[in-house]
């Protein structure tokens, strides 16, 4: 299993470096001898249960307190410290924590949760000394659950997804041999790893194979450019929105990225306009994936000598995907359909909601993504929208995510979101919120913005209503969260009838 094959690289490759963080590097001896000593401070607490918070951005120490809670048999649920104090701890209450490893960083978050009556350890005040290494990792069942990791909540309360050591195991070992990634490549950690992505690609991937991994725990286009520069970073795994910030830093050099080979990206649908501005910028083809936490999470992705533009890729070994029509038949080549996945990376269910995983997953194992694809003749898919996104207005069905595209490419549109609305004629409307580039002070009217929608699709499918905002509400893995665009009070741009 993942946490045997990283414990023994630190036997066979002991000497090489392990992980490259703001506090320096550590190797693969000395990461296996941190979880060691870890693991001797967490047994010491006064809560002991069989779940273990974490709360540590994405850097060695959080590598550390993932494989400490696998060694002394605990469950590690992963925490977003980017949330409030107070949707933290709520958290916490629902994955039935008593004790979560922190930092002194995060001091509100830190009181907040002991006002609430949660013990925390704060990992940057402990001693590593050297502790005796155990003799034998805990016994471990592939079935066992491995780690307990919390949707972003785009559209609802988040839910714990409960992964196994074989969802993570296969699809580790699938993702591997999709990308052909080996031993002497260097990982970039730029997602934190209460993100799946975050720490599928770059922990436990990485490290079972033994590459060095760089986190840089505070992103900047000068940080991750200094850290490709300095350490030839080959992989770098990202969501479109930190692609788009190094495409539109002036500060960053065509050259700057020469090393990296492997451009992925994922966590939300990538812009075919960011595609070909990056390709253009710096001569690197962006890769883009598909994948949920409740797929363990990679599904499908692009690869340097096999990617389309525009599709996420085919699936890896192992997953088989179904689209559905809306008439409940397969869909033809070519034609969309809603997706449904099987395979030894499918979730066990979400944490304490039997009733939730019973509506996504079906006693033969599919499990209803809720989103809208299709597949072309080579296998590639793409993914063409959400079908609880779903506009139906006069009957007729509108996809948002097909106008938000539309939307992107107008000139100084950084951001675009487009939702429904209830309509007293129509059933449901859409609505477009935009962020607009500071670079550019004039910004259009409705009446334009409605023209260049209309001159890519049916008028019934522009927007009633646009409305500029000052910055998109995202999530902290970089997702445009839409339950929290209406109804605020955006500055209007206008609504046209």
């Keep these: ?29 000395q990461l296996r001898a941190a979880g060691s000593i870890m693991l001797g401070h967490i047994k010491r607490c006064r809560r002991q249960t069989d779940r273990l918070g974490i709360l540590i951005p994405q850097s060695a120490g959080c590598a550390i307190a993932f494989l400490a809670a696998r060694l002394s048999n605990r469950v590690p649920v992963m925490l977003n410290f980017l949330l409030k104090p107070v949707e933290l701890v709520d958290i916490c209450r629902d994955a039935q924590l008593e004790l979560v490893v922190s930092i002194t960083h995060f001091k509100e978050h830190n009181e907040a949760l002991q006002k609430a009556g949660f013990e925390v350890l704060l990992m940057d005040q402990l ?63 730029v997602l934190p790893m209460f993100h799946a992505l975050g720490l599928m690609a770059t922990c436990l991937v990485p490290l079972s194979l033994g590459c060095k991994v760089v986190y840089v725990t505070r992103f900047s286009p000068s940080a991750v450019v200094e850290a490709i520069r300095k350490h030839q970073v080959q992989v770098m795994v990202a969501v479109p929105t930190m692609y788009a910030v190094l495409a539109h ?66 699936p890896i070994a192992g997953v088989n995907i179904k689209l559905t029509t809306d008439t ?41 993504t809720g989103d809208v694809a299709r597949q072309d003749a080579d296998g590639f898919l793409y993914i063409t929208g959400r079908k609880k996104d779903l506009i139906i207005m006069g009957g007729e069905k509108i996809v948002p995510a097909q106008i938000e595209e539309v939307l992107r490419q107008f000139p100084g549109v950084v951001l675009a979101a487009v939702i429904g ?58 997702k445009i969260s839409k339950r929290h665009l209406f109804p605020p009070t955006p500055t209007a741009c206008g609504a046209h009838p």
């Design 127 to 189: 001693s590593f000394r050297r502790i005796p290494w155990p003799r034998r990792s805990p016994a471990r069942k592939p079935e066992d659950v491995a780690v307990i990791l919390y949707t972003s909540g785009t559209s609802a309360a988040p839910k714990g997804v409960i992964l196994t050591n074989h969802n993570l195991d296969s699809n580790a070992h699938a993702s591997i041999a999709h990308a052909k990634f080996n031993q002497q490549m260097t990982f970039l950690g």
């Design 328 to 368: 409940g038949k397969e869909a033809m080549q070519g034609e969309e359909g809603e997706l449904s996945i099987r395979g030894p990376n499918i979730m066990k269910g979400y944490y304490n909601r039997p009733q939730e995983t019973a509506a996504v997953l079906t006693a033969d194992g599919w499990f209803s």
């Design 421 to 478: 609305v209830k309509d007293p004629q129509r059933g449901e409307a859409p609505v477009a919120f935009i962020q607009w580039s500071g670079d550019l002070p004039s910004k259009p009217s409705p009446q334009e913005l409605r023209a260049f929608v209309c001159q890519s699709l049916a008028a019934y499918k522009a927007p009633r209503e646009f409305y500029y905002v000052d910055t998109m509400p995202l999530t902290p893995t970089g």
């Design 1 to 29: 299993m993942l946490l045997e094959t990283i414990l023994a690289q630190g036997r066979h490759s002991g000497f090489q470096t392990a992980i490259v963080d703001d506090r320096g590097e550590i190797t693969f001896s």
């Design 249 to 314: 830093s002036k500060a960053v050099a065509r050259e700057a990225l020469s090393s990296v080979k492997y451009a992925i990206s994922g966590g939300e649908p990538l812009p075919v306009s960011l595609i070909d501005e990056y390709q253009n910028r710096f001569g690197i083809p962006l890769l883009e994936g598909f994948g949920l936490t409740e797929t363990s999470p990679m599904v499908s992705f692009n690869v340097p000598w096999a990617w389309r533009r525009g599709s996420v890729g085919k």
